[in-house]
């Protein structure tokens, strides 16, 4: 049954948030809390990224501590989780802040993020699939090199064949934009194509999905990037809910303050359509 109560209180958290320790992120994790703090927001889970393929070791492993680019080792984690651990006390009566991360997640390097969760023990953690076959399709730069490896047919299979992964792992929170393929792969394939074919599978993934108990987040730079949905698409949320998959937080995957909070409520407005 839909719980309207519970999906409407999810949109007064915002749980997908990349202060500047993510290299590619601008404003600080205090300028994040006072955009959540003009915002209103109950809630706030910073989730910087985690990359541990080592094939993408050259370009993603790194984070930024005080303007400096450091590896993603324990020491640089340990600075990260420190300063939003005093954050969080500085701001314990105004705002819950939590100290998370998004993981990008593949079935070769599944290891070293299950060491890295074990090591920190994260209360919130997303694992979002960025890269497939080592190809990264999150990125603008690096999707034309997907497109020439794969049929769309092919890609969509294994892209969501690596989600399940994910749920399966039970590591994760939540599951991060579960269809984020549609940032860029839709603009080389069409978007109605994609949608076709993952309308053939996705009964099958909805029901391994909730065999495994997954939980999703919806994300809603689908919107941002010009996409007519968050991610996911309402006809994969009524497929994913019918199934069983549950929702667990709204983010808004914001890289700098302005985004934060980023349409929340219509995202509520928008999983409740799609469930009804
Ligand atoms: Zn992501
Ligand atoms: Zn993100």
Request: proline fraction near 4%; charge should be negative; aromatic fraction near 10%.
């Amino acid at each position: 049954m839909l719980d309207r109560q519970r999906i409407n209180e999810l949109a007064t958290a915002d749980c997908h948030i990349h202060p500047d320790f993510s290299i590619d992120a601008k404003s600080s994790a205090e300028e994040h809390i006072q955009r959540a703090l003009e915002l209103g927001l109950r809630k706030i889970c910073f989730t910087t990224h985690i990359d541990l393929d080592p094939h993408r070791d050259a370009a993603d492993s790194y984070m930024n501590i005080h303007g400096k680019w450091m590896k993603q080792n324990e020491n640089a984690v340990n600075i990260y989780l420190a300063e939003i651990d005093a954050l969080k006390e500085k701001y314990s009566d105004k705002l819950d802040i939590v100290a998370g991360f998004e993981f990008s997640y593949e079935p070769h390097f599944a290891g070293k993020v299950r060491q890295f969760i074990e090591t920190f023990k994260p209360s919130f953690s997303i694992g979002s699939v960025h890269a497939v076959d080592k190809l990264e399709i999150t990125s603008r730069y690096f999707v034309p090199a997907a497109v020439r490896s794969f049929s769309p047919q092919k890609f969509i299979r294994e892209y969501y064949n690596i989600v399940i992964e994910i749920a399966r792992s039970k590591m994760f929170s939540v599951i991060g934009h579960i269809d984020g393929f549609k940032k860029y792969l839709p603009r080389y394939w069409g978007l109605s194509l994609c949608e076709n074919i993952e309308g053939e599978i996705i009964d099958d993934v909805a029901k391994k999905l909730a065999n495994a108990g997954a939980i999703i987040e919806v994300n809603t730079s689908g919107w941002r990037k010009g996409l007519p949905a968050p991610y996911p698409f309402a006809s994969l949320i009524k497929a994913l809910v019918s199934a069983g998959v549950k929702i667990g937080s709204i983010g808004s995957d914001a890289h700098i303050a302005n985004d934060l909070g980023y349409r929340l409520k219509d995202a509520a407005e928008y999983i409740i359509g799609a469930i009804v």
